[in-house]
């Protein structure tokens, strides 16, 4: 059974930082290629952030180039978000997400549950 885990959101000032944390497990033959941030705030749609795809490739949407640092451990099973100088804006559940790598039709992309960031003025 795949299980994303996505843990380290909290409640912080504007130009605070937080750490997020994405552990996916339970994987056998449907590989992770590239692991994702998104945010979803209300009433917007949910949107990118970053990604570091399975040959390390990084990618950032253009709102929090500079300020978030997206990493993957060196099993790419664990993703990490490094997020400083917080904006309010910033305020949104953040979901993990894999795509497979793997060919199989049965294998398909993977959400986590989310973990809330919240940025007050």
């Known amino acids: 059974q795949v299980q994303l885990a996505e843990s380290g959101g909290g409640s912080v000032e504007a130009g605070g930082s937080l750490r997020l944390t994405c552990t996916a497990s339970g994987y056998t033959y449907c590989d992770v290629g590239k692991m994702s941030w998104y945010r979803e705030a209300p009433g917007k749609e949910r949107e990118f952030v970053s990604s570091?795809?399975?040959?390390?490739?990084?990618d950032y949407a253009s709102s929090v180039k500079g300020r978030f640092t997206t990493s993957r451990d060196r099993r790419e099973n664990t993703l990490y978000l490094e997020m400083s100088n917080l904006k309010p804006e910033d305020t949104a559940m953040y979901y993990c997400?894999?795509?497979?790598?793997?060919?199989?039709?049965?294998?398909?992309?993977?959400w986590g549950q989310g973990t809330q960031v919240t940025v007050s003025s």
């Open positions: 997400r894999t795509d497979p790598s793997s060919s199989y039709e049965y294998c398909q992309i993977d």
């Open positions: 570091v795809d399975s040959d390390g490739s990084v």
